[in-house]
């Protein structure tokens, strides 16, 4: 489940690009993706379990995990269209230090030492990526911080995930973020609604298909089952390979450049996270 949600997260840096590069404006590509994802988890929730309900002890974690996904949704299709996909990808690799930190923070796991000099590895790697880029520090550097903000949202969200899917099924929460977030994106892209063209090639609809029901809504279900059996740091250090695969289908789809700049920062990144899962000795019980 996780290899298969991977590999379609990694295609989606592509066609998600292609896409706003050609002809769909930002907002308007989130909001009508959320929304037809969410009318496919409604009906599948209503179908099979008649009801939506949340039990009143959940709603600040259903809120922050909705907030969480909002935040990360916009942040991640406003650095693919300000950045390149190979950047926005590699910057992805913080995935899983972002994840292990907001764990340690909830009083989900313990972190020692050796995480904090991985994390300073994958952070440094973020400047080498960032430097690395066409314009340097100075080029594209807003989208390159709004995809370390998509990759940190995505590490919380994940966290958050964990207690609900104790009590909860995937679609049933699929539903409530996905229609959560689609209606706030509405509110958002209202201007952007209005003013798009909506006669698009049948390649960017071909694309936007795959990205609704391959990134959105299967993954949505591979992610939510995969974390409630392995866990979210052991899910996320799965996505150790998206940020390569992604940027490997980048430079072949999109013909993008990859700087010796941003090679050396996706190792520095990659080391950081092997660094941070090696252990010393037997495990803790």
Do not use: C
């Not at 269209?81 to 690799?93: I, P, Q, R």
């Amino acid at each position: 489940m996780l290899l298969v949600t991977v590999t379609l997260w990694a295609l989606n840096f592509s066609a998600s690009k292609y896409i706003l590069d050609h002809g769909f404006t930002p907002l308007t590509y989130s909001a009508t993706r959320y929304g037809l994802a969410a009318l496919i988890f409604l009906a599948i929730v209503l179908a099979w379990e008649g009801t939506l309900r949340v039990q009143r002890r959940d709603f600040l974690i259903v809120a922050g995990a909705v907030a969480l996904l909002l935040t990360n949704q916009l942040s991640f299709v406003f650095a693919l269209d300000l950045s390149t996909a190979t950047t926005v990808a590699l910057l992805f690799g913080t995935l899983p230090i972002f994840t292990s930190l907001i764990a340690r923070l909830v009083g989900v796991e313990q972190l020692g030492n050796r995480f904090w000099i991985a994390a300073a590895l994958s952070f440094s790697g973020v400047v080498l990526v960032t430097a690395g880029s066409d314009e340097g520090l100075s080029g594209n550097l807003l989208g390159n911080l709004l995809a370390i903000l998509a990759a940190a949202t995505w590490g919380g969200y994940s966290v958050a995930l964990a207690p609900l899917m104790t009590r909860y099924s995937p679609f049933r929460l699929s539903a409530i973020f996905l229609l959560a977030v689609f209606l706030a994106l509405v509110v958002l892209a209202s201007a952007q609604l209005g003013e798009q063209d909506w006669d698009l090639s049948g390649r960017v609809w071909a694309l936007f298909t795959f990205a609704t029901l391959g990134p959105l809504v299967l993954t949505n279900l591979l992610w939510f089952k995969a974390i409630d059996q392995v866990g979210p740091s052991r899910a996320a250090l799965f996505a150790n390979l998206q940020p390569f695969l992604a940027a490997i289908i980048a430079l072949v789809l999109l013909s993008e450049k990859l700087t010796m700049l941003q090679v050396a920062g996706g190792l520095a990144i990659a080391a950081g996270i092997v660094f941070s899962r090696r252990r010393v000795g037997p495990p803790s019980p």
